[in-house]
């Protein structure tokens, strides 16, 4: 009787032992699977506060890269102002610009805080306030015109978040645009060739047509005001900034109105008042127009662009 007592008490330690360790296992699983989850939720959210962050950049940027191209263009036509001489290499002073803040190595001001480093720092101040270290490397700044009346700014980087506690990292090629509207700016062709006594803005005009029949007071307007027109034949807002005077599918041209020139005590010339050509040494033959000042000329290749071929002189 007492063997049998044993074995049962035996039985009943080893059940409870047995259910003593699987409730333990039980309890450790459940703690390893909370504790896990627990984990992967933290690295969601971060994940989701980088997504954010990234977000953000990409709407920002094209913002300071307009900044950026604003102040750079301004400078650029600035120098001009000051040194009464064209910009040798346009795009070279952009670079130059954009990566030191120099033109030629001299510091410019307004060159602080939009240069590439400046913006790179900008986004990190705002990335270290949530534990995240940004990376812009192999930068690639392009300026073109791809439209008469903007220049286009490009930045192309590559760009890497890092969590600062390495949870997770974003790593992609980064392309940013931005448009920057010429009609803020002077036209070197007239600060140079008035010895900076003349400064006129790039205004589109108004008018769609200039003449209608005989009536030539659309273009005796646009004439008065330095209206511009797109023309396939005059050079570009970038051309015009480095004295080039060739002809460019974005290219832009005004009537020079003769009588702010007398008044600047400048010599008048019998020429073409199509800008490009009467700043320059081209003097193709050219028409007086029935309608408007006697000293208006306009040259064979413009007759058809503002409708005076049947109106010439």
Do not use: C
């Amino acid at each position: 009787m007492e063997l049998t007592l044993l074995k049962n008490k035996n039985k009943k330690a080893m059940v409870f032992t047995l259910l003593a360790i699987a409730l333990l296992s039980l309890f450790l699983a459940s703690y390893g699977f909370y504790s896990i989850s627990k984990d992967r939720k933290s690295i969601n959210r971060r994940i989701e506060t980088m997504n954010n962050y990234i977000f953000s950049i990409e709407e920002n940027l094209p913002r300071q890269l307009f900044i950026s191209g604003f102040r750079m263009i301004f400078l650029s036509t600035k120098k001009v102002i000051d040194t009464g001489n064209y910009i040798t290499n346009i795009n070279s002073t952009f670079q130059e610009l954009f990566y030191n803040g120099t033109i030629n190595n001299e510091q410019q001001d307004l060159m602080i805080g939009v240069t590439f480093s400046g913006i790179t720092e900008a986004i990190n101040d705002k990335a270290r306030e949530i534990n995240i270290n940004v990376s812009l490397t192999n930068p690639n700044l392009i300026i073109i015109q791809d439209d008469p009346w903007n220049v286009k700014i490009t930045l192309k980087t590559d760009i890497m978040i890092m969590d600062s506690s390495n949870l997770a990292v974003w790593n992609r090629s980064l392309t940013t645009s931005s448009y920057i509207p010429i009609t803020s700016f002077e036209d070197p062709l007239y600060i140079i060739n008035s010895n900076g006594l003349l400064n006129k803005k790039y205004n589109k005009t108004i008018h769609a047509t200039f003449v209608q029949g005989a009536d030539v007071s659309n273009l005796l307007d646009h004439t008065e005001k330095t209206y511009y027109i797109n023309s396939s034949l005059a050079p570009s807002f970038l051309d015009r900034l480095e004295g080039k005077i060739s002809s460019n599918v974005n290219g832009i041209e005004s009537l020079v109105y003769l009588p702010d020139l007398s008044t600047q005590g400048i010599e008048l010339k019998s020429k073409s008042v199509v800008d490009y050509i009467y700043f320059s040494n081209s003097n193709p033959a050219s028409y007086q127009i029935q309608g408007m000042p006697s000293w208006f000329r306009i040259d064979d290749s413009h007759l058809d662009i503002y409708s005076v071929r049947n109106l010439t002189v």
